[in-house]
């Protein structure tokens, strides 16, 4: 146990007694503990394996690498259709963490597997993405527009092509393009 990652336990609430059942699991099974960007991560030769988080909902073991895991049970679970790696075990009761610990273990010796071949995902590239009309359409009227995207990063680049093309309504795209151009042509990303 790292005690540097002790206070994320300590302040667990509603989870606490789910996260420091899984920490045991998950440090049974050989990993390093670390704190990285305020949660639990663990590692296996300096490779992120997976992490404890606490939601509202539940606690859960995201494995960064979950989309190689065979999922034998059918327990993971991909957050968003845009995640393509990490993949969550989620749990609501000590109980149910408690019944899994064998498939845990399994799961976490998989992830650990996975990072000893060293495996690694095939993401989908930017070019990909598909470019929402309203965007593409401010794209062809304004070339500087279209030169300042391009020199983003490409991981900023998803990043814009995927908030532009979340809402359902055609006016809602508009608008989100129209508020984040000049962003864009200061070279920023969505974050910045």
């Given at each position: ?9 300590n302040?667990?609430?509603k ?31 300096k490779n ?29 679970i ?22 899994r ?77 129209e ?14």
């Open positions: 146990m790292n005690p540097n990652v002790d206070f994320y336990f302040k667990a609430g989870w606490q007694e789910a996260s420091e059942r899984l920490r045991t699991i998950v440090l049974d099974c050989g990993l390093t503990e670390e704190l990285k960007w305020g949660v639990p991560c663990y590692t296996f030769q992120n394996v997976l992490i404890i988080h606490g939601f509202k909902e539940y606690c859960a073991l995201n494995f960064f690498k979950g989309a190689l895991l065979q999922d034998t049970e059918g327990i993971l991909q957050q968003t259709e845009n995640v393509q790696a990490g993949r969550q075990i989620r749990f609501t009761s000590v109980k149910e963490i408690v019944e610990v064998p498939t845990l273990n399994a799961y976490i010796f998989e992830a650990i597997e996975v990072e000893r071949a060293g495996l690694d995902i095939t993401y989908k590239k930017t070019a990909e993405y598909s470019v929402p009309e309203e965007f593409q359409t401010k794209l062809d009227e304004n070339p500087a527009l279209k030169t300042a995207f391009e020199n983003l990063t490409p991981g900023r680049q998803r990043a814009y092509l995927l908030h532009f093309a979340a809402p359902k309504q055609a006016k809602t795209r508009e608008a989100r393009v508020k984040l151009m000049p962003q864009i042509l200061m070279g920023k990303g969505l974050m910045d």
